[in-house]
């Protein structure tokens, strides 16, 4: 018999949104979890057919609740228990940042690598320097 109601914290780590419990209660006590706009507190219950918003720097993931369950399930269940339902707004954010991220390198990740340093003598060597012009 499938429960009525499931404490959001329980669900958002049962569902693997989180990976532990104590972070999906952290999420909750710092607003980052909402239901119709209201910041949920950890102990706060959630029906069939809730959708909840989850903030996750840059983006806010919706997710739609469409089983309830109180115990942590395997990956491939997650479908069945909840739908992600994210506007494509938010998803085209989380492409841009993913595209920003692996284009810079980020300070203090020491020196460049061999491979690092022959790409960058190969783009300076082809785009700047002509060997015509150094003979003439």
Same mark, same amino acid.
């Given at each position: &018999?499938?429960?009525?109601?499931? #404490?959001? +914290? @329980?669900?958002?780590?049962?569902?693997? *949104?989180? @990976?532990? #419990?104590? *972070?999906?209660?952290?999420?909750?006590? $710092?607003?980052?979890? /909402?239901? !119709?706009?209201?910041? %949920? $507190?950890?102990?706060?219950? *959630?029906?069939?057919?809730?959708? *909840? =918003?989850?903030?996750?720097?840059?983006?806010?993931?919706?997710?739609?609740? %469409?089983?309830?369950? =109180?115990?942590? &399930?395997?990956?491939?269940?997650?479908?069945?228990? &909840?739908?992600?339902?994210?506007?494509?707004?938010?998803?085209?954010?989380? =492409? &841009?940042?993913?595209?920003?991220? /692996?284009? !810079?390198?980020?300070?203090?990740?020491?020196?460049?690598? @061999?491979?690092?340093?022959?790409?960058?003598?190969?783009?300076?060597? +082809?785009?700047?320097? +002509?060997?015509?012009?150094?003979?003439?």
């Amino acid at each position: &018999m499938q429960k009525k109601e499931v #404490r959001i +914290d @329980k669900w958002l780590w049962a569902v693997r *949104i989180f @990976k532990t #419990r104590s *972070i999906a209660a952290e999420a909750c006590k $710092k607003g980052k979890v /909402s239901l !119709n706009g209201n910041k %949920l $507190k950890p102990s706060r219950t *959630i029906k069939l057919g809730d959708v *909840i =918003e989850v903030r996750k720097n840059p983006v806010s993931y919706s997710f739609k609740v %469409l089983g309830l369950s =109180e115990n942590r &399930m395997g990956a491939k269940l997650v479908p069945d228990f &909840m739908e992600n339902v994210t506007t494509v707004e938010q998803l085209q954010i989380l =492409e &841009m940042h993913q595209l920003s991220e /692996s284009l !810079n390198r980020n300070k203090g990740l020491g020196r460049p690598t @061999k491979k690092d340093r022959r790409e960058i003598e190969s783009f300076f060597e +082809d785009e700047f320097f +002509d060997d015509s012009e150094e003979t003439a």
